[in-house]
């Protein structure tokens, strides 16, 4: 009794230690919290996911561009709470409708939500929202709390033993869920968006125009909710409580910019939607016209075109197929990178000669950081002055039930020769000044997009009936949608 006692006393002083030491007042907010975490390692964070991010995602490919989005970035910094961070702003290659901020001052938008903004005040609203989960430390807080309940789950398990059985569960759920931004931390970013955006001579009111765009991308038939949405849930009533902060703000808004010439022409040309010179998939084949191949995943398995390799599930979630590049420069040198990974057991490799191809390939056994036994298939070769890997895998207990489809899938790489595919070229947004007055449907009939009137509207922020006026730049979206 007495070491559990004591044992209680020592949790319960450390957390009043750490109280005493952490517990700040935040400048952004004027609440008070208590942080385990400090700037420079909050800093450091970011730093590492930035990494990630930049690997994962990669940064759009308009340098112009991206010193506009970071000017404006910067200007949003200087006038916050926390602008000695080392603030960083970067465009990343998306299609998806998105902004998002990592602790530390490291801010990302996609060329998504850029193709669908009006002007440079909107652009700000996003921006000063995610620099305002930055200064309010949402992140931080998320953090610091999971590792107090954490502590608390410590000191329950002394109380009762039994608990221990549950304490790896409770972390890794609980990593998961503090990490989400709150309700009420998207209340407060949006209203430390108005505030900075203010302060920048920016007119705020262009925020409440971005809900409504987001909120018309949700309600759109055929399209995705915008990722913004679903990684910042909807505080309920965020035009009007927008509308509420902005009412706050003592000064007029007479002068406050909007600037939506110089906003539209930094985003002409760029690229929207999809783009499938990255490749793009026909049911389950995947063809990539830069690399010049064709892969076919098993009938009915879930596929994913990422940055650094292609991935096919199966329905049950039991089994994988991947391709990715090896940086080896021969095939044999793939294969042998391969073979020497920690709990790895290759076969022999055997030569195989398939449509012109030269396939290293063998099979294999693993054993998964978390014990689990795998066997699969592992494919090595040359193409078009690149060295490609195709692992395809299931548990070692199922691998008899898939080892035929993923065989015959690993053996369905081929040449692209389809010339279509092959000279295949994004669509991008062109800039059309009005010569007269027109609706945004006598626009699509005179300058005809790539993409439905409905999202022809949406990326305008325009009813199609609604009157244009002479001199307004108008979006198009030009280029032949490939599927």
Same mark, same amino acid.
């Given at each position: 009794?007495?070491?559990?006692?004591?044992?209680?006393?020592?949790?319960?002083?450390?957390?009043?230690?750490?109280?005493?030491?952490?517990?700040?007042?935040?400048?952004?907010?004027?609440?008070?919290?208590?942080?385990?975490?400090?700037?420079?390692?909050?800093?450091?964070?970011?730093?590492?996911?930035?990494?990630?991010?930049?690997?994962?995602?990669?940064?759009?490919?308009?340098?112009?561009?991206?010193?506009?989005?970071?000017?404006?970035?910067?200007?949003?910094?200087?006038?916050?709470?926390?602008?000695?961070?080392?603030?960083?702003?970067?465009?990343?290659?998306?299609?998806?409708?998105?902004?998002?901020?990592?602790?530390?001052?490291?801010?990302?938008?996609?060329? /998504? #939500?850029?193709?669908? +903004?009006?002007? !440079?005040? &909107?652009?700000? =609203?996003?921006?000063?929202?995610?620099?305002?989960? $930055?200064?309010?430390?949402?992140?931080?807080?998320?953090?610091?709390?999971?590792?107090?309940?954490?502590?608390?789950? /410590? #000191?329950?398990?002394? +109380?009762?033993? !039994?608990? &221990?059985?549950? =304490?790896?569960?409770?972390?890794?759920?609980?990593? $998961?869920?503090?990490?989400?931004?709150?309700?009420?931390?998207?209340?407060?970013?949006?209203?430390?968006?108005?505030?900075?955006?203010?302060?920048?001579?920016?007119?705020?009111?262009?925020?409440?125009?971005?809900?409504?765009?987001?909120?018309?991308?949700?309600?759109?038939?055929?399209?995705?909710?915008?990722?913004?949405?679903?990684?910042?849930?909807?505080?309920?009533?965020?035009?009007?409580?927008?509308?509420?902060?902005?009412?706050?703000?003592?000064?007029?808004?007479?002068?406050?910019?909007?600037?939506?010439?110089?906003?539209?022409?930094?985003?002409?040309?760029?690229?929207?939607?999809?783009?499938?010179?990255?490749?793009?998939?026909?049911?389950?084949?995947?063809?990539?016209?830069?690399?010049?191949?064709?892969?076919?995943?098993?009938?009915?398995?879930?596929?994913?075109?990422?940055?650094?390799?292609?991935?096919?599930?199966?329905?049950?979630?039991?089994?994988?197929?991947?391709?990715?590049?090896?940086?080896?420069?021969?095939?044999?040198?793939?294969?042998?990178?391969?073979?020497?990974?920690?709990?790895?057991?290759?076969?022999?490799?055997?030569?195989?000669?398939?449509?012109?191809?030269?396939?290293?390939?063998?099979?294999?056994?693993?054993?998964?950081?978390?014990?689990?036994?795998?066997?699969?298939?592992?494919?090595?070769?040359?193409?078009?002055?690149?060295?490609?890997?195709?692992?395809?895998?299931?548990?070692?207990?199922?691998?008899?039930?898939?080892?035929?489809?993923?065989?015959?899938?690993?053996?369905?790489?081929?040449?692209?020769?389809?010339?279509?595919?092959?000279?295949?070229?994004?669509?991008?947004?062109?800039?059309?000044?009005?010569?007269?007055?027109?609706?945004?449907?006598?626009?699509?009939?005179?300058?005809?997009?790539?993409?439905?009137?409905?999202?022809?509207?949406?990326?305008?922020?325009?009813?199609?009936?609604?009157?244009?006026?002479?001199?307004?730049?108008?979006?198009?979206?030009?280029?032949?949608?490939?599927?």
């Amino acid at each position: 009794m007495k070491t559990i006692l004591q044992n209680i006393a020592i949790s319960l002083l450390t957390v009043s230690l750490l109280w005493l030491a952490g517990c700040a007042v935040n400048p952004a907010t004027g609440e008070r919290h208590l942080s385990l975490i400090s700037e420079s390692q909050e800093i450091q964070m970011g730093k590492e996911s930035d990494q990630q991010i930049v690997s994962s995602m990669g940064v759009y490919n308009n340098p112009d561009l991206q010193k506009y989005v970071e000017s404006v970035g910067m200007r949003l910094a200087s006038r916050c709470e926390r602008p000695n961070l080392p603030w960083t702003f970067r465009v990343v290659d998306d299609p998806t409708v998105n902004a998002f901020a990592l602790p530390g001052g490291f801010i990302y938008i996609t060329r /998504g #939500i850029l193709a669908h +903004l009006d002007n !440079e005040a &909107q652009l700000a =609203g996003v921006m000063g929202h995610e620099i305002g989960h $930055v200064t309010a430390q949402h992140s931080v807080n998320q953090m610091t709390t999971q590792q107090l309940t954490q502590l608390g789950i /410590g #000191i329950g398990m002394v +109380l009762k033993p !039994e608990l &221990q059985q549950y =304490g790896q569960l409770a972390g890794m759920g609980l990593s $998961v869920l503090f990490l989400k931004f709150s309700r009420s931390d998207e209340s407060q970013a949006d209203a430390l968006g108005v505030r900075y955006s203010y302060r920048i001579g920016d007119d705020p009111h262009e925020l409440v125009s971005v809900m409504a765009m987001l909120d018309h991308v949700t309600q759109a038939s055929g399209q995705r909710i915008p990722e913004w949405l679903s990684t910042h849930p909807d505080p309920g009533n965020r035009e009007q409580n927008i509308r509420a902060n902005i009412d706050t703000i003592h000064g007029g808004f007479a002068g406050k910019n909007i600037d939506a010439e110089v906003y539209l022409k930094h985003i002409d040309g760029i690229v929207f939607g999809d783009n499938p010179r990255e490749g793009f998939f026909r049911g389950t084949t995947f063809l990539q016209p830069d690399m010049k191949f064709t892969f076919t995943f098993p009938a009915g398995w879930q596929t994913a075109n990422q940055k650094q390799m292609v991935q096919g599930i199966s329905a049950n979630k039991d089994a994988a197929i991947q391709i990715s590049l090896s940086d080896k420069k021969t095939a044999s040198e793939a294969a042998t990178q391969f073979s020497t990974q920690q709990g790895f057991a290759l076969e022999p490799l055997k030569s195989e000669s398939i449509r012109g191809f030269t396939f290293r390939s063998a099979g294999f056994t693993a054993t998964s950081s978390d014990q689990t036994k795998l066997q699969g298939r592992a494919l090595f070769l040359e193409h078009n002055g690149a060295v490609f890997e195709i692992v395809g895998y299931s548990a070692q207990t199922a691998w008899s039930g898939y080892k035929s489809a993923v065989e015959q899938s690993v053996n369905s790489f081929d040449k692209l020769t389809d010339a279509r595919v092959l000279n295949c070229q994004p669509m991008h947004l062109k800039l059309v000044k009005l010569d007269k007055s027109m609706t945004l449907q006598q626009f699509n009939q005179k300058y005809p997009s790539s993409i439905p009137m409905e999202t022809l509207s949406i990326i305008n922020q325009t009813d199609p009936a609604q009157l244009m006026k002479p001199g307004q730049f108008v979006k198009q979206v030009v280029g032949e949608k490939i599927s």
